[in-house]
């Protein structure tokens, strides 16, 4: 158990909706990454948190967004969905210890939009 | 990503030895990890190299050349266990963390 936590883990859902996927970072952990991985494709880098605050983004669509709160849970929030958007998303929280810090992964939300 | 560069697939025999390259953008480079991921699972840790060199870790090592860009992830004594993504990640100002696309890793008996 990496101690970070992503719900739901599985999420159905139809073209056009709106879904919100979220995430609880390791204990103290100030940094949220959210990764999008298509069916055998690599991690794709979307947006970065710290202590609240963008820190950077990546290839993150506008009809996508995200927040990090004051207790350091993030939610990524995907608007009208396509069938591409069909994909694991995982979020990693990552600590203050320096840049060989590791990061950590939750297990995913598996997506899939019909 | 960002100029993060990995072969797709490797395939490997049991007990052989396999090397996973890859090359990064040198540029605010802050240090490079190296991730296992099994189908469907969480990456988790397997390295992290700063300095130039190598580190051994058990049956895993990994070396940076800083100057060149360029790092690789060595398996020995491969088990079938092994059969994996392997990603490349590399550290930057910001604590910012990029992966590259993976190497697949087919350890056939």
């Known amino acids: 158990d990496s101690g970070v936590t992503q719900t739901p883990k599985h999420l159905i859902t139809a073209t056009g909706q709106r879904v919100t996927l979220r995430c609880s970072p390791r204990?103290?952990?100030?940094?949220v990454y959210w990764y999008q991985q298509s069916l055998d494709q690599g991690l794709q880098f979307l947006i970065q948190?710290?202590?609240?605050?963008?820190?950077a983004k990546g290839n993150i669509l506008e009809r996508f967004s995200a927040q990090q709160f004051p207790d350091l849970h993030s939610e990524l929030n995907l608007s009208s969905l396509e069938l591409g958007d069909s994909a694991l998303y995982f979020c990693?929280?990552?600590?203050?210890?320096?840049?060989?810090?590791?990061?950590?992964f939750g297990q995913g939300t598996r997506l899939t939009v019909v | 990503g960002q100029n993060i560069d990995q072969p797709t697939e490797m395939t490997a025999t049991e007990g052989a030895i396999v090397q996973i390259n890859c090359t990064y953008q040198?540029?605010?480079?802050?240090?490079l990890f190296w991730y296992q991921q099994h189908a469907g699972e969480a990456p988790t840790f397997l390295s992290y190299?700063?300095?130039?060199g190598l580190e051994e870790k058990g049956r895993f090592s990994s070396f940076l050349s800083r100057s060149k860009g360029y790092s690789y992830l060595l398996l020995k004594e491969l088990q079938m266990k092994d059969s994996a993504s392997y990603l490349c990640?590399?550290?930057?100002?910001?604590?910012?963390?990029?992966f590259g696309g993976g190497t697949r890793v087919l350890v056939k008996p």
């Open positions: 990693a929280s990552r600590g203050a210890g320096g840049a060989g810090t590791e990061a950590f």
């Open positions: 204990s103290g952990d100030l940094s």
């Open positions: 948190y710290y202590n609240g605050e963008e820190r």
């Open positions: 040198t540029s605010g480079f802050n240090g």
């Open positions: 190299n700063v300095l130039d």
């Open positions: 990640a590399r550290g930057a100002a910001g604590n910012k963390l990029t």
